[in-house]
């Protein structure tokens, strides 16, 4: 069984789509939970139409169910897990009565979802943005926890919870250290042990403190506190929330540079910008959303006549700091040396297949599946979790809630650079549901304004009930659309993610 929440898999992953729409096929239980009819609602079992910002509620709901009926997994929970009985507390109020009050979901689904989810053997949980784009993402990510581990689908085959990249190398990154509180492998900044290790390896004094994360660079930005900037193949104007808010701080800037491939709207504000080169012109690794450890291979050589590791390398060396690196084979060398999870990985190791991580030692076969006899922390620990609201919500001023997300045809902020691309699907297009339309009165084609407490753009609308009432969707990929200008600049207090999947808008006709 399969249950995706927050993912729109076949658009923002469509290779994994695409497999599912495969499993869904061949007998698969499918269920969806998504306030928009997305292409896998069409062949879900169970279509859960949730209200944006309730997904807590309904799988508080789900877990009441499944202890008032006695389906949970006893054994894996006495076993495996500590603080059940503040979870079964917390949900004990979340009745199917309530949660469908909460949520819209009819009473009936929660019940047939939560018996199916319970008693399939192996069960599965996707998600991703839309799940992590609130200022509860980190809590909804918990109660995800909280769903897997009551249920014992977790730590075997076929069971887990599959959290889905938004881009092809982002677990790579993060693997990497590109985070502001962890070196490579989730080794923490703040322990001493660790700081010394990379301290002895690199021949430096490190800080003990942990770094800012994005939006945080932006407030001390636009406070004069951050002075200076560097920014590789990153477009904050065009993807992060309140862009107003980043454009501001870009200028208040003293130095910019930009590493990219095109000059795109962040490229604008910047002092230098710096050539970089493209996955097709780069050897290494990328980390896909299963911790497999892939070699990338260039198809040409780099256009700028270097690529970014080399760039990075001279930059290092005008400030004071020369590097030696002669290949990327033996950077990746270097950092396993120093990364217990990837200690076991080489290059030659990978030539043919990935190997996925922990792989601590060379004659390890690396690690399929996560958890199979205790979890990181030992003990699973439950997470008692109360319905948290959006930060914003619609009211007399500002009607209209709205959502964002990607368009299959773009996949990103790609829109100016290829012909291709722009002659798919050349324009933004806002979903309206009809009855939405009809009181507008607009029609699919007609042009609008949206406006909300931070900005405004102007925009084309498409007439569809894959939206409810109430509610427009918009993508963030056109310049001549900047959605960003509208979205919230509410983060999640843990993970400073920003909150684009609700906000409230007021639609104008022209």
Not at 167 to 193: H, I, K, S, W
Not at 346 to 371: A, F, M, V
Not at 377 to 403: C, N, T, V, W
Request: aromatic share 8%.
């Amino acid at each position: 069984m399969l249950f995706l929440i927050g993912t729109n898999t076949t658009e923002a992953h469509p290779v994994i789509g695409y497999k599912i729409r495969q499993a869904a096929r061949r007998g698969a239980k499918l269920i969806v939970a998504d306030p928009r009819r997305i292409e896998l609602a069409e062949e879900a079992d169970y279509w859960l139409r949730l209200r944006p910002g309730t997904d807590i509620p309904l799988l508080n709901g789900l877990m009441h169910i499944i202890i008032k009926e006695e389906l949970y997994d006893k054994a894996f929970v006495a076993e495996r897990t500590e603080n059940f009985e503040a979870l079964r507390e917390t949900v004990e109020k979340y009745t199917p009565g309530y949660v469908s009050r909460l949520t819209g979901v009819p009473v009936e689904d929660l019940y047939a979802v939560a018996r199916l989810y319970a008693t399939t053997d192996k069960a599965m949980i996707f998600y991703t943005l839309g799940i992590t784009e609130h200022v509860c993402g980190t809590n909804n990510v918990m109660s995800i926890a909280n769903l897997a581990m009551l249920t014992g689908h977790i730590g075997r085959p076929g069971t887990g919870v599959n959290p889905l990249r938004g881009q092809n190398n982002v677990q790579g990154a993060c693997d990497m250290g590109a985070l502001p509180n962890v070196y490579p492998g989730y080794q923490r900044v703040t322990d001493p042990a660790v700081r010394a290790k990379f301290q002895e390896a690199w021949g430096v004094s490190l800080p003990a403190g942990v770094g800012l994360m994005i939006p945080e660079m932006f407030d001390k930005a636009n406070a004069g506190e951050v002075k200076a900037m560097y920014i590789l193949g990153e477009n904050p104007v065009l993807t992060d929330p309140n862009s107003n808010h980043i454009r501001s701080g870009l200028a208040r800037l003293e130095f910019l540079v930009v590493q990219e491939l095109f000059l795109t709207e962040t490229a604008e504000y910047a002092d230098v910008v710096l050539p970089a080169a493209s996955f097709a012109e780069t050897d290494g690794t990328f980390t896909n959303t299963e911790r497999r450890v892939q070699r990338v291979r260039k198809a040409i050589e780099p256009l700028p006549g270097r690529t970014n590791w080399q760039t990075i390398m001279a930059l290092c060396a005008k400030m004071g700091y020369p590097m030696h690196y002669r290949s990327p084979e033996e950077i990746f060398a270097e950092m396993a040396s120093l990364t217990p999870s990837y200690s076991g990985i080489n290059y030659s190791r990978i030539e043919k297949e990935g190997i996925q991580w922990p792989c601590p030692t060379c004659d390890h076969p690396g690690t399929p599946y996560l958890h199979a006899r205790s979890f990181t922390r030992g003990k699973g620990l439950f997470q008692a979790i109360d319905h948290i609201p959006p930060a914003e919500m619609p009211d007399r001023e500002y009607p209209f809630l709205l959502s964002t997300g990607r368009v299959l045809s773009h996949y990103n902020v790609t829109t100016l650079y290829s012909a291709g691309i722009q002659s798919l699907w050349s324009e933004e297009h806002a979903e309206v549901n009809p009855d939405d339309a009809a009181r507008l009165g607009v029609e699919t084609g007609s042009k609008v304004k949206v406006a909300s407490r931070r900005g405004k753009v102007v925009t084309r609308v498409q007439v569809t009930d894959r939206v409810p009432p109430g509610v427009i969707w918009m993508s963030f990929h056109y310049r001549e659309t900047p959605t960003n200008v509208l979205t919230s600049h509410a983060v999640d207090p843990v993970s400073k993610t920003g909150e684009y999947k609700v906000c409230a808008v007021k639609i104008e006709k022209i």
